[in-house]
């Protein structure tokens, strides 16, 4: 099961954070924050899976954004890895090349995908024309 969802920049700003377990506040701030230095710090060499603590992280880079899940230790690490960029294709299509900028000024919408694709903490849809249909009858509704 999938414990939270972090996009972040290069710089360690997160973009996108959504977390499918309570977990307070002040404490999310600290968990984000060793979770990135710990991603951020890895040479591209190494695997893209870290034990931390009592889960597990795994992570791909994109240009200057890291996405990081934090999963369960039952969870297979390559199918996140895959769900990973699977996302981001769908982001892509969306989007036309998503950007970090597209992602800031559209974060309702990037919500509305991840949404789409997970439930709970579990991974519910990867065909992209179904997690895009919903995004793409709002903006008809926009447009008229």
Known sequence: M????????????????????????NKRT?????VIKSCLSRSSEKCSFIEYKDFKL???????????VGVNDTENEMAIYEFIHNF?????????RVSEL??????????IILDEMVLNGCIVETNRARILAPLLILDKMSES
Do not use: C, P, W
């Open 2 to 25: 999938i414990k939270f969802f972090l996009m972040v920049n290069k710089q360690g700003q997160t973009r996108l954070s959504k977390y499918y377990e309570h977990v307070e506040i």
């Open 58 to 68: 795994i992570y791909r880079q994109y240009a200057a954004l890291f996405i990081v």
């Open 88 to 96: 981001v294709e769908v982001l892509d299509e969306y989007f036309s």
């Open 30 to 34: 600290l968990l984000e924050t060793e």
């Open 102 to 111: 597209d992602i800031m000024f559209n974060l309702d919408k990037v919500h």
